[in-house]
């Protein structure tokens, strides 16, 4: 029984884990009963038990001792401990196991370990031991022979034993103490490995310790000569003196001092007497039984040499009394400046010669041989002094030529040099003037301009001694020159001009290109630059004044007109920029113009043909601007044309000299040639006057027409690449005359194409063909009316293929250009790029950027596929004029991906004509026919691959339309094939023909 808050109960538990609780009976009435919650606790009351497993109480010959200790507690892993005695470890924490590695060093050592479990109980252990130390070594590993080993023994006070041995060879040696013991062994001349041992017992335990070393039979021997001088002279005794290092016994020695390998002494240090002189190589060697080593020394012996020196002046006279000194010997030139030195060792020998009046002379000369040596001094230099007696400095020169008087005073003749300077530049104007000595000279001088002029005279002596002297004058013989009004008012409107036309916009600045101004304002620079000049150099002709005035009045009049031709001002009012490829119409009167000029006697078929792959190397773009000109004479509007022409890398050089340009320029345009303004000479000629011209291969052609036209208009204008004759064949172009063969696909282009070489062959092909399909799948009443009608028709349809979807059958494709129509590239395409120019998807110009184009190609390609014809053909034409933009290897690499583009639209747009039709068969007849005309069309311009890929459809709608015109028999069947030549539209007549015949029959 407890009272409120004041008791608790103290209970003893035994070892081991406890669950416990404390349950309360309130006492009272209705004698509650509370409890707490739950709680366990473990109880430990023993110690943990220590085992201690190293170090154990012996003796240990090792600098690592380990410390090992297990600890066991039926409560507890985790223990503290501290150690006492041991200098490396004083604390540590561990769980039932513990290792540390002692470094000890020799000695006694006792210590004490204490550890705790956690819940406090402590174990106590002591413990000793003993570190000794029982080691060998030598002083070094490697010997030579003979040589003395130093071996040091460590141990433990007792006695003991160490052997030195190699082989079958030992010795043994007892120690005693105290240590260390240091012993002195001499090795024989046995090379090898030798091992030495040592071992004691130290309190019952033997502990042993070895090392090895090495006798090596290296030769180390070597030997150096050294002299008490390497030069001398006959008849003087030389000492020498070995130097031995590196001998294992006592060493020899053989000395031959005059190289004739006779030994001339046995001593260490001999000496020796050289009779004669010469170069001598002295050699020694030396052997100690083991090996030999050699030494070498160079002695040169002199002989008594005479050097005779003979001191002159630059004129070749002797000087007296030069004092001359050869190192440490010196002596004077006699009256003929000559001195000997005699009995001079041979060598080197530094000489200096003075004489009063002369610069010093010095030089290195090497005796070889008794020699005479010439020595020549230059007298100290004098400057020539000149004096100008006429004209004075700073006079006025009114007229030319003058007089220029002067002398010049030195020891010898001179050379002078008269020099100008105009305008900061000094000019040589006379040189190699001979001057006697302190000697008037005259000179007349003439080439002077007018303004400040300095005269320099230098003149310069024999021996290089120079002088000069300078003046000023002041020279003015021009008369004065008239003023020029029309010039400066000239020189003012085109500095105007040339303000207005740097600020112009780029649509301005473009135009005034176009038409070569900045060209011009350049040429009217130059013409008023030179004007002036030559307007200053009339003033010194011969002409009479009615010809100088004449000549002033030419030279004004040709500066100021071509001022004036620079228009005040330009106004743009429109642009255009194509490319525009010939249509069939307009080949067709191009090669008639073109045949009928040079007298071909070819039709315009054989010429097309033979120029048709031409049209695919070149590509023309076509830059048009009307402008509005100011001048003081009021406003003239012109128009600019300039061609950009690009051809195929294919041709080169020499087939560029067998082509040529047709420029044809419509009548909308201009009606004559002779309106046509080129801006240079490109060699033009006229083939018709409407107008049509011929020129040479160029990269540009820019012409201009007065007044103004429209620029849209301008996209008829054709270029067309032809040969000059007939005859000529351009290498990878067929000749006029050269066949052709092409594949097709019946019904469209079995008869455009070649199957055989004669055209009678082709002719009995055809009949064939139509009349197996005429007898099988026609009526002979369905083939009542000749075909002209229908070829009439599909003649009228043709003429409204610009306004149509599909790519034109007028396919003319340049250099490597993918096959475009010729309305291809529309103004609005233009001005959508430019628009995409100045957003920055693309650059503007060339160097359009091929990722763009790459982007703008998938995606026409997946519009294809998804058959939207629309989007995806304004994106052939934005890539088709991209494509002009990029060189040559760019274009080699997108070249087939837009080409294959250009197919697979016409084959959408097909498949778009055949759905088309099929729909119009019952409703509108002519309407169906009218799409099979275009669908015939389109299918022409396919290769053969892609023709496989639509003709079964385009058979299917032939079937359908021959079924409808039966049905009917009142309309001409329907042609099997259109061709773009009226040839083949003959061909086909002539066929179908036969083939009604002979199936009436």
Known sequence: QISNNTNYLGCNFGEGNHLWKVSCILLGSDEETVSSEERSFFADYSPPSLQLLSPNPIPYNSGSIPFELEINDSASHFFNCTVSGLPEITYFESGNYYSYNLSLPVGQFSFNLTCSDVAGNTAFLN???????????????????????????????????ISVSIGNFSILQSAVPPYPIVYVFTSNSEPGNYIVFANTTYKNITFSANTTFTVNLSNNLTVSISANTTTSEPGIPIQFLSNVSGNLRQVSYAWDFNNDSITDSNMSAPAYLYQAPGNYRVSLKVNDTYSSAYAYLNITILSRLNLSVNVLNRLGQPIGGALVRMNNLSGTSNSSGVIVFQNLLQGKYNITVNATGYNPYSNTVELISSQNLTVYLNEIAEQPQIEIAEPADGAEINSLPFTLKFRATASYDMNCTIYKNEQESWWEELSHISVKNNTYASLSLSNLSDGAVLLRIICTDLFGNSGSRQISLNVSTKPEEPEY???????????????????????????????????????AQDRL??????????????????????????????????????????????????????????????????????????????????????????????KAVSVVLGNEGGNSEISIIRHYIQLGSQLNESAIQNLMLILSIPKNITDSASKVDFSEDYGQKVIKEDPIFSLPITKEVTYRINGRIDTNSASSIAVLLVKKSASVAIPGISGMAVSETRYAIWPFNIIGGKIGSSLFIQVIILVVLLSIYLVYTLQPEVISRPAEALGNRFRSVREKIGQDRAISSELHPPSVNPQVSSAAVQPQQIQHLDALAKDSVIPAGKGVQH???????????????????????????????????????????????????????????????????????DSDYNGALESYNKLAAAYSLLPTEFKYAIFAECFELLNLLERKKRSQMAQPTVQPSTFNQSEGVRQKKRGRSKSVRKTRR
């Open 485 to 523: 009004p029309e010039l400066d008012q000239a020189e003012e409107d085109l500095a105007r001009k040339q303000e207005y036309y740097n600020s112009i916009g780029p649509a301005q600045l473009e135009a005034a290109q176009l038409l070569g101004i900045p060209e011009k304002i350049s040429e």
């Open 529 to 622: 630059s030179m004007a002036r000049r030559d307007l200053s150099d009339i003033v010194y002709s011969k002409k009479s004044e009615e010809e100088k005035e004449a000549r002033r009045r030419e030279i004004i009049s040709n500066a100021v007109t071509l001022v004036k031709e620079i228009p005040d001002s330009i106004t743009v009012l429109s642009s255009s920029e194509f490319i525009h490829y010939p249509t069939e119409q307009e080949l067709t009167q191009i090669a008639s113009s073109f045949i009928s000029a040079n007298s071909l006697k070819i039709d315009q078929r054989t010429f097309l043909r033979a120029n048709s792959e031409l049209r695919e190397l070149i590509t023309v773009r076509t």
């Open 127 to 161: 413990r000793s031991f003993e570190r000794i130390n029982l080691s060998i070594s030598t002083d070094k590993i490697y010997y030579n022979p003979l040589e003395n080993v130093f071996i040091t023994l460590n141990s433990p006070p007792s006695e003991a034993n």
């Open 851 to 921: 990722s763009y184009i790459t982007y703008r190609l998938q995606r026409a390609l997946q519009l294809a596929e998804q058959n939207n014809y629309e989007e995806a053909s304004a994106a052939y034409y934005e890539l088709k004029f991209l494509y002009n933009t990029l060189n040559s290897n760019e274009k080699s690499i997108l070249y087939p991906q837009i080409i294959n583009l250009g197919h697979k639209l016409n084959i959408v747009y097909m498949r778009g004509l055949i759905a088309e039709a099929k729909a119009k068969i």
